[in-house]
Every structure is written in C-alpha cells, then in structure tokens.
C-alpha cells in the first residue's frame, strides 16, 4: 500500500514539473512574440509619423525643376513617372532659407531620405553628396543624411537650398523634409535614432545571417539528409545578401550588376526560407523542391533579362505573397495540431513576415509613407533568427541524444565486453546482496565458471541461494555466513575459505575474495570471486609429506652422523686412554696406587667430549695446555720424551667443534706414536703464521717409521676425516727416522 501510494505521488510530482515547464516555455514564447510585436509595431510607426519636437527650421516645401518643368511641392514627395526618364535622370528640388545673420559656426542639413541619390548645393556652392561618387553609381534610398555647411556658405537674407535628385523607374524616388539647425541637436534628435535603425541594426543583422548561413551549410555537408539546414544556409546568404541593398551606398561592382543582385536575392531568400519551414514541420515533398527552387532560379533570371524593374518586382512580389499566405495558414494548421510552443512561436513570426510584406509592398508600389523603413528585412531577420535557433537547438538536443546514445552504447558494450570477461576467465564471479537481518542473501549475478566449480544451475541458483548452501560443508556453512554479514566500513575485500560438494563430485576447497558497498536502504550488496584451492591445496598437503618425510630422513641421517662422530671421538680420546692405560696394565708399568688418577684422567676426557658437544666456550691454546697435562705423566719414566711447544698468539676463537676434531687428530698422533712407534721422542708443534692466517700442527717422533697395518687401521681414517672436517689439510710424512703426522689448515678467520 505505501509503495503504490509513493509511486502515484512520484507520477504526480512527475506531471505537475513537466505542466509547470510546459508553462514556462510558453511564457517566454508569449513573451518574445509581445516584445516582436512592439518592434515590429514601433517600425510600423515610424513608418507613418515623423516627429519634429525641436526648435530647428523645418522645411516641408520646395520648387521642383523636372522634364514637366517647375512646381512646388510639398515635402515629402514621390516623383511621378513623367517627372524623369524611365532610364534615370536628374531632378531639383529649390527652396529658400532666410537668415538675419549669418551664423558663427557650422550649420546642419539633415534630410531623412533621399532617393535614390542625391547632392546638396547651397547658394550655388556644391557641399555634398550622399556619398562619394557619381550620383548615377549611388544607393543612398535607405540611409538618413547630415550635410555639415560652413559658415561662410551663408549669408543675410534669402539662401538658396538645392538637392539634385537621380530617380529611375526602379523604385519610388523622391525628398523628404529638409531641418536646418544646429549639427548637434539635428545629431542627437533626428540622425542617431535613424542611423541606428536603417543601417547599423541591418549590418547586425547581415552579420549574423552570414554566420548562420555558413553554419547551416556547413552542417549540412556533413548532415546531408537533414536538407533543412541546406535550405536555411541558403536563405541566410541570400537575405544577406538582399540586405546591402539597404546598407549599402556606394557599391564595389557596376550598379547595375549590384541593383539585380540584391534584388533578386530576395527571390531566393524567400523561396529557400519556406522549404525551411516545410522541411521543419516534416512536410517538405519532392515536387514542392521542385516548385520552389525553380522559383528561385528563373525569377533572378527573368528580372535579369527585363527591360524595367517595376513590373517585374510587382509580378514576382505577388507570387510570393500568396505563398508567404498559404505558408502562414497551412503552418498555423501544422503548429497548432503538433501543440509545440517554438513551432507556434515560429508561425507567429511568419504572420509579422506576412503583414510586413503587405506593408512594405504597398509602398513599392508609392502607397506608403516616403520616409519610413522597409519592414520585411527586419522582421525576415528575426525570422532567420527565430528558424535559427530553432534548428540549431534541435541540432544541439541531437547530439545531446546521440552522445547519451552512444554513451549508452559504449555503456552496453563495456558491460557485454565485462560479461564476456567474466565467462572466461579462470575464476568465477558473483554479485551477492544481503540485507540486514537476513541468513542467506541472494545472488544477482553467477558467472559460467562460478557454475562449472559449483555444479549448479544459473536458474536456480539466482532465484534461490539454497541450491548453493545445500553444497557447503557443514562446518564451513557458519563460515560463510559470517563472511556475507560482515558490515561493511570501508571498501576493503573480504576472504575466506570453505568446502563444498558439488552435486555427482568430489569435495573442493574454495576460496572467495569480495568487495562490499552498502546501499542506502542499509543492504550490503558484495561483488566478488570464487577460486577453486583444490589442486594447491592437495598440492600443498603433498609437499608438506614430503617435506616431513625428508626431515625424517634427514634427522635420523643426522644421528647416524652423530654416532659416528661420537664413535670417533670415544676411540680417539677414551677408548685410546682406555686401552693404552690396559696395555701399560698388562706389562706392569702402571703401579696400582696410579690407577685412579688415571681414571681421573680419562674421566676427564670424557667430560672433554661432552662439553664439546654442548658448544661450550673453549679456545685450542687452553685445551692444548689441558692435554699437555694429562699427556705428559703418561710419557713420563719408561715411555719417549716428549717435546711440548705451542705458538698461538693472535689465534682467532674456533668453534668448539673444530677445536675438538683437532684435539682427536692430534691425541691420535701422540697414542700412535706412544703404542707403536717405540720412539724415544716425540715432539709437537701448535704454530699460527699471523701474515698468511695458516694454522699449524705437528706430530713428529724417531721412531721404526711407517707400519702398514698402521696405514690401514681406523686411526688413519679417523684422522683424514677430522682434518677435513676441520678445513684443513692432513699429510702422513716419512721421516729419517720416524713419521710426522701434519695438520695445516689455512684461513683460519673464515672457520670463525
């Protein structure tokens, strides 16, 4: 109930804005037609009154001397056909000005309209023309006059005013009334206004029927089955060109080409301004381009070829008239049945279009005021102008709609392009929403890969997420719920990682990765990606067994290496003491009260040994001096003299282990050298050559020399492992007499 109700309220809101829009675009049609209409109005006026509120010489009468000779007349006047020849002549017009004094400055003449060219004389003395050249070459009907005349052209009493008229046969040919006065005052009362209205507002109005056109043309060459912009840059051109005829009084090219020129423009500019109007109201057919260009082609081309202008402009004015009619009466028809404000606003221009050349035709034809203005070239302007911006708003609001178009287009495409993106990459993809409150959300969205990993059907996974949690595991379904009904606080993605079981399959590891955004009714709608883990995960269990495996391996290498290590190190250090103390037993050289200080001593080396592999803090230097000193009672009375010397200064700490692999090496030596050299003395040697960081050891007696058993026993083995263990080099050399066993081990820093 309250959704519906909102829905009609929103429609009415709907209506009344479009009502109160469609209002306002009328009013401002309403109001551009009243403000068009006191213009056109105005222009009318000025037409029939010409006011005289100043103060100046006003002169309404003149002697006219033409071939009927000399009569006065009253200003303003329009010549009579006989008054000139049909060709052109010259006509003057005389009248008197008395003056008491004469004046101390300038004077002004000002008269509003001399047709179709005129000069001013004053006492005989030539002053000026309507503009610089030869009467016969000038065009001065439309354009307002101020004649400057120096002081020293007049004098006390009568002055005689003179205007030499040139009138021909082509238009309405005469003199308005004559203000002499002050230059200023005639300036600012009489000319300026003029000036304005006859001239420069036509010039204005040229420029921009110029623009149009050239924009219009130019539209149409890229537009070119929208032929009314082609019609309209036409119409434009040729009015412009129609309008120098009025703006201009000194033409560039021969009078006569100029005065058939703007003439017959607007023959064309009519024609072209009504298939404008058809082509905008969609009523334009073949055979009325037909009618209208012709028109506008052989009537430049008749007028052309007459003799005289008159009858020819009537013939063709009409023509155009009771079209300019039909126009207005079939468009007023067509206006009011499409209800559009502009087309409407439109008609109302036709209609002043209409009036004006009825106007503007009867003083063609000298039925109108001399003096007034020409009304159809003002309100045609504002026609263009009017069909102008029309046409150009409708180009506008085209492209606006093509561009949405085509950003809609673009839109789709990119859309069409994601989705196709989406059903082809490795992952799949998914719009979920959930609202607040609820268990399960509700999936907008489900790639093809989201199906294939699920084993679902896009139908009924989209109308229902059931299908979907039926798949988890079960206890993987809180996880996913948890994950769907975080709130979101920022932009940042969710992920997590569950089980499912897709329908006819095998359990499969999933990992999904989301990106929330909350809606403004409180939902939370996730955008997101599921990637099947399987395979790295199985992949992963598979490498940690291995890992573990090799570990074992590994480890239990270790032991093996240890054992034997400590093997090593219990035959050379207390199985050697063990058994050299057994045999020293056995031959009576040990007497028993000896005995536990030798236990002490292998006791001792026991200790040694473990303390080792408890990488305890020991330096070579102190366990050599320690070794010297459970070595030297052994060789003490019956056993071979031994020779103790040690050079270590500046030796660097070795680590634990290595100090014992040397210890091995060397208590090895000494034990061989001891059981079975039958030496009489040993001598050893501990040496470190600071310079070249070599470390030295040596074993050196007299005895019977190399025995080969000795070479093949374990002793020899174990101390080729040791040295090597150590990094360094180990040599059993033959010496006369006896053996020196020789450890050297070089870079001894790099062993720290």
Same mark, same amino acid.
């Given at each position: 109930?309250?959704?519906?109700?909102?829905?009609?309220?929103?429609?009415?809101?709907?209506?009344?804005?479009?009502?109160?829009?469609?209002?306002?675009?009328?009013?401002?049609?309403?109001?551009?037609?009243?403000?068009?209409?006191?213009?056109?109005?105005?222009?009318?006026?000025?037409?029939?009154?010409?006011?005289?509120?100043?103060?100046?010489?006003?002169?309404?009468?003149?002697?006219?001397?033409?071939?009927?000779?000399?009569?006065?007349?009253?200003?303003?006047?329009?010549?009579? @056909?006989?008054?000139?020849?049909?060709? #052109?002549?010259?006509?003057?017009?005389?009248?008197?000005?008395?003056?008491?004094?004469?004046?101390?400055?300038?004077?002004?003449? *000002?008269?509003?309209?001399?047709?179709?060219?005129?000069? !001013?004389?004053?006492?005989?003395?030539?002053?000026?023309?309507?503009?610089?050249?030869?009467?016969?070459? &000038?065009?001065?009907?439309?354009?307002?006059?101020?004649?400057?005349?120096?002081?020293?052209?007049?004098?006390?009493?009568?002055?005689?005013?003179?205007?030499?008229?040139?009138?021909?046969?082509?238009?309405?040919?005469?003199?308005?009334?004559?203000?002499?006065?002050?230059?200023?005052?005639?300036?600012?009362?009489?000319?300026?206004?003029?000036?304005?209205?006859?001239?420069?507002?036509?010039?204005?109005?040229?420029?921009?029927?110029?623009?149009?056109?050239?924009?219009?043309?130019?539209?149409?060459?890229?537009?070119?089955?929208?032929?009314?912009?082609?019609?309209?840059?036409?119409?434009? &051109? @040729?009015?412009?060109?129609?309008? !120098?005829?009025?703006?201009?009084?000194?033409?560039?090219?021969?009078?006569?080409?100029?005065?058939?020129?703007?003439?017959?423009?607007?023959?064309?500019?009519?024609?072209?301004?009504?298939?404008?109007?058809?082509? &905008?109201?969609?009523?334009?057919?073949?055979?009325?381009?037909?009618?209208?260009?012709?028109?506008?082609?052989?009537?430049?081309?008749?007028?052309? !070829?007459?003799?005289?202008?008159?009858?020819?402009?009537?013939?063709?004015?009409? /023509?155009?008239?009771?079209?300019?009619?039909?126009?207005?009466?079939?468009?007023?028809?067509?206006?009011?049945?499409?209800?559009? /404000?502009?087309?409407?606003?439109?008609?109302?221009?036709?209609?002043?279009?209409?009036?004006?050349?009825?106007?503007?035709?009867?003083?063609?034809?000298?039925?109108?005021?001399?003096?007034?203005?020409?009304?159809?070239?003002?309100?045609?302007?504002?026609?263009?102008?009017?069909?102008?911006?029309?046409?150009?708003?409708?180009?506008?609001?085209?492209?606006?709609?093509?561009?949405?178009?085509?950003?809609?287009?673009?839109?789709?495409?990119?859309?069409?392009?994601?989705?196709?993106?989406?059903?082809?990459?490795?992952?799949?993809?998914?719009?979920?929403?959930?609202? /607040? #409150?609820?268990?399960?959300?509700?999936?907008?969205?489900?790639?093809?890969? *989201?199906?294939?990993?699920?084993?679902?059907?896009?139908?009924?996974?989209?109308?229902?997420?059931?299908?979907?949690?039926?798949?988890?595991?079960?206890?993987?379904?809180?996880?996913?719920?948890?994950?769907?009904?975080?709130?979101?606080? @920022?932009?940042?993605?969710? @992920?997590?990682?569950?089980?499912?079981?897709?329908?006819?399959?095998?359990?499969?590891?999933?990992?999904?990765?989301?990106?929330?955004?909350?809606?403004?009714?409180?939902?939370?709608?996730? %955008? #997101?990606?599921?990637?099947?883990?399987?395979?790295?995960?199985?992949?992963?269990?598979?490498?940690?067994?291995?890992?573990?495996?090799?570990?074992?391996?590994?480890?239990?290498?270790?032991?093996?290496?240890?054992? %034997?290590?400590?093997?090593?190190?219990?035959?050379?250090?207390?199985?050697?003491?063990?058994?050299?103390?057994?045999?020293?037993?056995?031959?009576?050289?040990?007497?028993?009260?000896? *005995?536990?200080?030798?236990?002490?001593?292998?006791?001792?080396?026991?200790?040694?040994?473990?303390?080792?592999?408890?990488?305890?803090?020991?330096?070579?230097?102190?366990?050599?001096?320690?070794?010297?000193?459970?070595?030297?009672?052994?060789?003490?009375?019956?056993?071979?003299?031994?020779?103790?010397?040690?050079?270590?200064?500046?030796?660097?700490?070795?680590?634990?282990?290595?100090?014992?692999?040397?210890?091995?090496?060397?208590?090895?030596?000494?034990?061989?050298?001891?059981?079975?050299?039958?030496?009489?003395?040993?001598?050893?040697?501990?040496?470190?050559?600071?310079?070249?960081?070599?470390?030295?050891?040596?074993?050196?007696?007299?005895?019977?020399?190399?025995?080969?058993?000795?070479?093949?026993?374990?002793?020899?083995?174990?101390?080729?492992?040791?040295?090597?263990?150590?990094?360094?080099?180990?040599?059993?050399?033959?010496?006369?007499?006896?053996?020196?066993?020789? &450890?050297?081990?070089?870079?001894?820093?790099?062993?720290?």
């Amino acid at each position: 109930m309250c959704s519906d109700h909102g829905g009609v309220e929103a429609a009415n809101m709907q209506s009344m804005h479009a009502e109160i829009k469609r209002l306002l675009t009328w009013s401002r049609c309403l109001r551009s037609l009243a403000v068009l209409s006191i213009l056109w109005l105005g222009m009318a006026f000025c037409t029939l009154v010409q006011a005289s509120t100043t103060t100046d010489l006003f002169i309404d009468r003149a002697e006219l001397v033409s071939l009927t000779g000399r009569r006065m007349v009253e200003l303003p006047h329009v010549l009579e @056909s006989q008054d000139f020849l049909p060709s #052109g002549s010259r006509v003057r017009y005389q009248m008197t000005v008395r003056l008491a004094q004469v004046p101390e400055a300038s004077l002004g003449i *000002f008269v509003s309209k001399i047709s179709i060219a005129g000069s !001013l004389y004053l006492n005989g003395q030539y002053i000026s023309s309507c503009d610089q050249g030869r009467l016969e070459d &000038l065009r001065c009907l439309h354009k307002p006059n101020l004649f400057t005349t120096p002081a020293s052209a007049w004098r006390v009493g009568d002055n005689i005013v003179e205007f030499v008229v040139y009138a021909n046969a082509r238009q309405p040919n005469g003199l308005s009334p004559v203000r002499v006065g002050s230059i200023d005052e005639l300036h600012e009362s009489a000319y300026r206004l003029r000036q304005w209205i006859k001239i420069e507002f036509l010039v204005g109005f040229a420029w921009i029927s110029t623009v149009f056109g050239f924009l219009s043309l130019a539209v149409s060459l890229i537009l070119r089955k929208e032929t009314a912009y082609l019609w309209f840059g036409l119409a434009c &051109l @040729s009015h412009s060109v129609s309008l !120098l005829n009025l703006t201009v009084s000194r033409p560039l090219i021969h009078i006569e080409v100029f005065t058939w020129m703007v003439f017959t423009a607007r023959l064309v500019a009519t024609p072209m301004a009504v298939l404008t109007m058809l082509a &905008l109201f969609d009523k334009l057919r073949r055979w009325m381009i037909v009618v209208l260009v012709g028109f506008a082609v052989l009537g430049p081309l008749i007028v052309g !070829l007459s003799g005289t202008y008159r009858p020819v402009l009537v013939a063709f004015f009409l /023509p155009v008239l009771l079209a300019s009619v039909v126009l207005l009466v079939l468009s007023i028809g067509w206006a009011l049945q499409s209800r559009n /404000p502009i087309k409407i606003m439109t008609i109302g221009m036709a209609l002043l279009l209409v009036l004006s050349g009825v106007v503007d035709w009867l003083r063609l034809l000298g039925r109108g005021h001399f003096e007034g203005v020409f009304l159809f070239p003002y309100t045609y302007s504002a026609m263009l102008i009017t069909l102008g911006t029309l046409l150009f708003r409708n180009l506008a609001t085209s492209l606006k709609r093509s561009r949405e178009d085509r950003d809609q287009l673009e839109r789709r495409s990119n859309e069409r392009m994601a989705y196709e993106v989406t059903e082809h990459i490795p992952v799949g993809t998914y719009t979920l929403i959930h609202r /607040p #409150g609820g268990m399960r959300g509700h999936f907008l969205f489900v790639s093809q890969r *989201f199906l294939d990993l699920t084993g679902l059907d896009r139908k009924s996974v989209l109308a229902d997420p059931e299908p979907f949690l039926a798949i988890l595991h079960v206890d993987d379904w809180r996880v996913w719920h948890q994950f769907i009904s975080r709130t979101p606080e @920022s932009h940042e993605k969710f @992920s997590c990682e569950f089980r499912i079981f897709p329908p006819g399959g095998q359990m499969r590891w999933i990992s999904t990765e989301a990106v929330p955004r909350s809606l403004p009714d409180g939902a939370t709608v996730y %955008e #997101g990606v599921l990637v099947d883990q399987t395979d790295m995960i199985l992949a992963k269990e598979e490498s940690e067994r291995v890992r573990r495996e090799l570990q074992k391996q590994q480890i239990e290498q270790s032991r093996m290496i240890e054992r %034997e290590q400590l093997l090593r190190d219990m035959h050379d250090g207390f199985g050697s003491q063990l058994a050299g103390v057994r045999m020293m037993a056995e031959k009576g050289r040990i007497p028993p009260e000896q *005995f536990p200080q030798f236990l002490r001593e292998i006791t001792a080396d026991l200790h040694l040994v473990v303390d080792t592999l408890g990488q305890l803090n020991i330096t070579l230097e102190d366990a050599l001096i320690d070794m010297h000193h459970r070595l030297e009672r052994r060789f003490t009375g019956s056993g071979p003299k031994l020779h103790w010397k040690t050079r270590l200064t500046s030796l660097p700490s070795l680590p634990p282990r290595k100090i014992l692999q040397a210890l091995r090496l060397v208590q090895e030596a000494l034990n061989n050298a001891f059981k079975h050299a039958h030496a009489r003395n040993v001598w050893f040697l501990a040496q470190y050559d600071v310079q070249n960081d070599v470390l030295t050891l040596s074993v050196r007696d007299d005895g019977q020399g190399l025995l080969l058993p000795a070479a093949r026993g374990r002793g020899l083995n174990n101390m080729q492992y040791r040295a090597r263990e150590i990094g360094g080099e180990f040599q059993l050399l033959a010496c006369q007499p006896g053996v020196e066993v020789l &450890l050297r081990v070089p870079n001894v820093s790099g062993l720290v």
